[in-house]
């Protein structure tokens, strides 16, 4: 009950008492601590009262001097709270102290669990699951590795991170969220400021972590004066009334001067941020990720008639599976088959209309793309938004043809030459009359598909990445961080 009600906090405080003013928000927040000690004593730290001030003996804090309440005096006609009236002076006689032993406890919690006490770069992320946020940290953990560095990497939320096991070994993994789930969010900031400024790793790289975003908002003065730091921005996402929202809308423009590069996979992404703010484009990068360089040695045959068609995703408001539910009503003789699993917010229902279709077939997700490739030949993509999707760059190595929405970096590797693109990526229809056209011209398809997989080879290789990698450092000299092994 107490973790339930922990969770349900720090998702007020984040986006509804961090929007108030602070005399206002520190009632509330003491209000609610009150509560959590009535009603949870167990995980209650009391702190001493800060309505009664703690007065000190006379060795610690001395009578005010007469000469410095006469140059208060002197200086009363300009700011009158420095009058010396006795009341007034009698502030000066004590001073407020809140004591709160639980973040020092954590802290050294923490210091005991951390195998080393210096890393060449810190990745900073929330947790490690199937996104491809979690792939493209995983890719960087892996090249750092390779290169002999000293890597930790911090996990700040209590989910259980699910691929784990796909960190190399050599890689240091601090849980913190789950050590620090029992304190409150800006309990958790300044423990994690203090771990950072402590270790002074040369580099810091925050990858979609709440947590880490506000370490930077909030301390990047202290942060960047130890370590370079570097953010990874993919896509924005999209709220319910259309507008653009995420860190690179909400963090990225407070951030800035502490920041030394913002690396992103796509160039799309980079000019609408540009765009948006007025950013210098020295500051950006663009790291393109590998991709399983076995699918490169797939066959390549469009020659058959298969009306099987393959569709990617997670069933939520940016892959819009409702979408496909329409499409596969105006194709009823072409076969869709849907790997995907619900992952955000209640979709049992569109769920049940997929499985209610009669020419769309569900599956469990898959591991590895690898396995369930050559069995199709079209791919439909119709997110709403996106960065540059994993799957779409596997899809194009392993040779099949690309239908897909125009949205985000998505035109760095498909446009009309190297696949289908819906522009007006809303419209049932448009997708249809593309499957039509490549189910009718399996020539123009092998087209396509060679196109897309020649920009697989340049762009997209493990050792792409690499050259990708080193001449960002190269051009971010950080300590013995450019030695190779």
Partial sequence: MYRIALYVYKRLYVYILMRIPLAERRRVINFLN?????????????????????????????????????????????????????????????????????????YRELLSVIPKTRYDYVLIAPWIKLGGADLAILHHLSYLSRHGKDVLLVLTEPELSTRLDRVPGEVDILEFGRHVNDLMFDEQRHLLDRLLIEFAPDVIHVVNSRLGWYSLKVSGTAISSVSDVYVSLYCDDIDSAGCPVGYGREFLVPSFPYIKRVITDNSVYVETLRKAFGLPKEKFAVVRLPTDEKLLELEVDHSDKSQDILW????????????????????????????????????????????????????????????????????????????LPNILVEAAAAGLLIITSDVGGISDLVTQTTGYVVVNHSEPGEYVKCIEACLEDPAKSLEKVVGAREQIKKHHTRLAFDRSMTELLEADPVGHLLETV
């Fill in 34 to 106: 009150r509560v959590r000690g009535k009603l949870f004593p167990k995980y209650y730290s009391p702190s001493v009262n800060v309505t009664e001030p703690i007065t000190l003996n006379q060795k610690w804090n001395p009578p005010m001097p007469d000469w410095l309440q006469s140059e208060m005096g002197e200086l009363s006609h300009l700011e009158f709270h420095l009058n010396t009236e006795e009341a007034n002076l009698a502030k000066f006689e004590h001073f407020v102290v809140g004591i709160k032993a639980a973040s020092g406890k954590k």
């Fill in 312 to 387: 990617c995703g997670r069933l939520d408001a940016q892959k819009r599976p409702e979408l496909l539910v329409q499409i596969s009503r105006l194709l009823p003789n072409v076969n869709f088959h849907v790997y995907g699993q619900v992952v955000t917010g209640n979709n049992n229902d569109i769920a049940r209309e997929l499985i209610e279709r009669p020419n769309i077939k569900l599956h469990e997700p898959f591991d590895r793309f690898i396995d369930v490739a050559r069995e199709y030949r079209v791919i439909l993509n119709t997110s709403a938004w996106d960065g």
